[in-house]
């Protein structure tokens, strides 16, 4: 057998075994994400929120388990806001436990970007903030007393080139 012939038999050996670990190896992120159906979504959000769940059920999934158990989905904003929910550069997803509500910016850019989110409570106090370069999210951040909790959520190349500038008197249901 000539030298080139048994480096390309060679090579397509090694080429065979690796794609043969690859299709048998587990994932180990898809392990540990929970099944779409074990995101609980609270009976109060909006059927926007409910059908966003329905349609994107990796990230609404994986963005479920950050905030902790026992977390409800309550509220989910494509950002920029106005935008399909399929060409989002982010996502700003709200959940509730009991009187505590928990808030994660979603990067849904691809690569590392500025991120700045914070929820008060609604009279201004008790804020809680998470910034800097993320690749994946923004958060948690939490508020106690979550009735109309504003909340800020931006996310840029830097702080000061934002292409999302979001603000709101509320992530959570005014009661």
């Known amino acids: 057998m000539s030298t080139i012939l048994r480096s390309a038999v060679g090579a397509a050996l090694a080429s065979a075994a690796a ?3 690859t299709l048998t190896a587990p994932q ?12 609980k979504v ?13 349609a994107n059920p990796g990230p609404t999934a ?12 309550n509220k989910v904003i494509p950002l920029p806001e106005g935008t399909d929910p399929g060409m989002r550069l982010a996502t700003l997803f709200s959940y509730t436990n ?21 929820v ?9 903030t998470d910034s800097g370069n993320f690749s994946q999210y923004a958060g948690p951040v ?8 504003p ?12 292409y999302i500038n979001y603000k709101s008197d509320y992530v959570f249901a005014c009661n």
């Open 19 to 21: 794609a043969v670990l």
């Open 142 to 149: 939490y508020v106690s007393s979550l009735a109309c909790a």
């Open 62 to 73: 994986a963005a479920a388990t950050v905030c902790g158990t026992g977390y409800a989905l």
């Open 98 to 118: 009991g009187g505590k509500g928990c808030a994660i910016l979603d990067n849904n850019y691809g690569a590392s970007q500025y991120m700045y989110l914070k």
């Open 28 to 39: 180990a992120s898809a392990a540990e994400r929970p099944a779409a159906t074990d995101v």
């Open 120 to 128: 008060c409570k609604v009279d201004g106090t008790g804020c809680d």
């Open 151 to 162: 909340v800020t959520a931006k996310m840029g190349k830097t702080s000061s080139s934002l």
């Open 42 to 54: 609270s009976p109060r959000a909006s059927a926007e929120t409910k059908a966003f769940a329905k």
